[in-house]
């Protein structure tokens, strides 16, 4: 099963699908992951890749493509995949489109007000790669799974994450209509629980 996780930011893409690629057994795929790798390797791409993520901007199609494309010609994709943030244009979709088959577009549907909290209250673990949100561990400088010092993401402070909604708003929701014209787009409300959101996005990937 190929499957692409649409949703703004923080509408918790990188949560649902730790989990969904666990329990079918597919690689999950994250471009902001694969960024991050390369920014912290200082890498080429990842020196690019910095001076539009720390601005809340959008890396080029033609870099974010060709990542994507090498990563999908790996043997651990053979019997699908979970893309989680890609792709984030139509130009990249259709790219997509022109190497993939993708079977289903599930589109992580969050009030955009609500965003700001949850990306502002992220803390992450650079150690086990845990995901957490002041909301539900407290002010814990700890990670609660490993005991590493949790750390916060460079472009999850106000201003970057306003600039990253206005790319998602401008650059990324005309993807629904994308999908929603192949037939493909599954909507899922993202606004509740953790673990509520993962049944509903199960039942989804079931019917299927
Ligand atoms: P990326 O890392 O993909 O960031 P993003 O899309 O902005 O998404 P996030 O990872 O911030 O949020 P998420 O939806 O995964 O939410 P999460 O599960 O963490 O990309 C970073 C940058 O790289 C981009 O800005 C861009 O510059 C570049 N980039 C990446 N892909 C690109 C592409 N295709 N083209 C061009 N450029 C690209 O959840 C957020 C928080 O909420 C967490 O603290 C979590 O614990 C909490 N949470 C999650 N679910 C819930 C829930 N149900 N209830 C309460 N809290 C929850």
């Known amino acids: 099963m190929n499957i692409v996780l649409l949703g703004a930011p923080g509408s918790g893409k990188g949560t649902q699908a730790a989990r969904i690629s666990e329990i079918y057994g597919i690689p999950h795929i994250s471009t902001g992951d694969i960024f991050t790798e390369n920014i912290k390797n200082q890498t080429s791409v990842g020196m690019l890749a910095k001076s539009y993520i720390d601005k809340g901007q959008l890396v080029p199609d033609e870099v974010t493509v060709r ?3 090498e990563r999908l ?3 651990d994709c053979a019997k699908g995949y979970l893309l989680d943030g890609f792709p984030r244009t139509i ?3 259709e790219a997509l ?3 993939a088959s993708i079977d289903a577009a599930v589109n992580l549907d969050i009030p955009l007000e609500k965003l700001m909290r949850r990306l502002t209250g992220r ?3 650079p150690k086990c790669g845990g995901n957490f949100h ?3 561990i407290g002010d814990v400088t700890g990670c609660p799974k490993c005991g590493e010092k ?3 993401r460079a472009d999850d402070n106000e201003e970057t994450v306003s600039s990253r909604l206005k790319a998602y708003t401008e650059q990324t929701t005309p993807l629904i209509g994308y999908y929603e014209s192949q037939g493909k787009l599954r909507t899922v409300q993202a606004d509740g629980a953790i673990e509520d959101v ?3 996005v199960l039942e989804v990937l079931k019917a299927l």
């Open 123 to 125: 803390r992450g673990c």
């Open 134 to 136: 002041i909301d539900f």
């Open 67 to 69: 990542i994507v494309e």
């Open 73 to 75: 010609s790996r043997e």
């Open 198 to 200: 993962l049944r509903s």
């Open 91 to 93: 130009p990249q979709a």
């Open 150 to 152: 949790l750390v916060t």
């Open 97 to 99: 489109d022109k190497v």
